[in-house]
């Protein structure tokens, strides 16, 4: 097992990370329990030593059953991170209930990291306003969280002034070869980086949309390397930054346990020539959107109601990765009132656009492509 050491802790921490957001599940819903003690303890046993989970991770299962399966192990041989839900209090006293309940759950006298959850502009400053960080700050000083932290998704400039905001002891952030310039980014991992904060990495594999994808793009890994995973193309990106302390996989299945232990056991980051091929890869991933939409929203209002560029963006993305999952979650929260099939073709929008697109003909194969998802 690959591990990163640091320093100002003077703890060796594994450089995979055991998620537990995507745990195994029966055909009734529930977590498969027998699978996923055995996929756990397989990943402890080759070295895996930080167990990521949160307070709302599979409707508020992960967290306790983590804690049941966690009690064989000495509480000194892991690291156990966890998250503060910022949505689910209005006050410092119901945030610390929380954070006590979370201990109970965990069956634990402390969490080795905990976060602030899914950090954005507005919890953020919730946060300020409750004084939750002097809350946590105050518990680390009692020893019932080592280190504090907050993960995120928003933009870069919210990312700069949270870090600059408060001593953490470390961040998380979403960060894969596909999505460098998304949220905070290859330059939110380089400035905690200047800053000397360890940076935990999630989505590495982005949900899972980089273990798989059209036979086109695979046969560019494949010529490369053709007993490499495509999984581990992901992993062996993020692992080649020297400041991420640990990266988080949602692994589900026993076989992507196994898999991502083979990247890890002898693990080396991707030579000259391979980063070479991945942007290689990456370019025909790029080739594949239908569209150059950019998000301007010049477009918009739409006289309808229809978010035109959430549909372009959907319908971009699904043909990227030739992959309904990576926008099933978007178009199934998108409101019927906003979707491409409530156009009426008056034409605004494409007087406006400065990309000069066809919009009303794109809204109609970009609803032809997604209203699948709604039979899934």
């Not at 634990?108 to 953020?124: G, I, K, P």
Request: hydrophobic share 35%; net charge neutral; proline share 4%.
């Amino acid at each position: 097992m690959e591990y990163r050491y640091i320093k100002q802790w003077d703890s060796r921490v594994s450089l995979l990370g055991f998620g537990c957001m995507r745990f195994p599940q029966l055909e009734n819903g529930e977590i498969d329990e027998i699978q996923t003690e055995k996929m756990l303890d397989k990943a402890i046993q080759e070295g895996v030593n930080y167990i990521d989970t949160a307070y709302p991770y599979l409707d508020g299962k992960s967290e306790p059953l983590v804690g049941r399966l966690l009690k064989k192990y000495d509480r000194s041989s892991y690291f156990l991170a966890t998250k503060l839900p910022i949505y689910a209090f209005e006050s410092e006293a119901e945030a610390y209930k929380i954070f006590h309940e979370q201990l109970k759950r965990l069956q634990t006298d402390y969490v080795d990291f905990y976060l602030l959850h899914a950090m954005n502009q507005s919890r953020w400053e919730k946060c300020k306003k409750l004084r939750i960080l002097e809350m946590c700050e105050k518990l680390k000083k009692e020893g019932k969280i080592r280190h504090f932290g907050f993960s995120f998704h928003d933009r870069f400039e919210v990312f700069e002034d949270m870090i600059h905001s408060h001593p953490w002891d470390f961040c998380q952030i979403q960060l894969n070869y596909m999505d460098v310039a998304e949220q905070a980014g290859i330059k939110g991992y380089e400035l905690a980086k200047n800053l000397g904060i360890p940076v935990v990495v999630m989505e590495p594999l982005k949900g899972g949309s980089l273990t798989q994808f059209s036979k086109d793009v695979e046969e560019i890994f494949k010529k490369e390397n053709p007993t490499q995973s495509i999984a581990s193309w992901g992993l062996r990106f993020i692992g080649g930054l020297d400041h991420v302390m640990v990266m988080l996989s949602g692994m589900s299945t026993y076989e992507q346990v196994l898999d991502n232990l083979k990247t890890f056991s002898s693990f080396q980051p991707l030579s000259t020539k391979e980063q070479k091929v991945l942007n290689q890869a990456i370019l025909q991933i790029e080739s594949r959107v239908k569209n150059g939409c950019t998000g301007c929203r010049y477009c918009m209002p739409c006289p309808k109601g229809v978010d035109i560029p959430q549909n372009f963006y959907l319908w971009n993305r699904q043909s990227m990765y030739d992959n309904y999952r990576v926008v099933s979650y978007g178009w199934k929260n998108l409101p019927l009132e906003k979707r491409a099939n409530q156009c009426i073709g008056c034409g605004k929008c494409e007087k406006v656009c400065p990309q000069h697109l066809s919009i009303r003909e794109d809204l109609k194969k970009a609803y032809e492509t997604l209203k699948v998802i709604d039979e899934m």
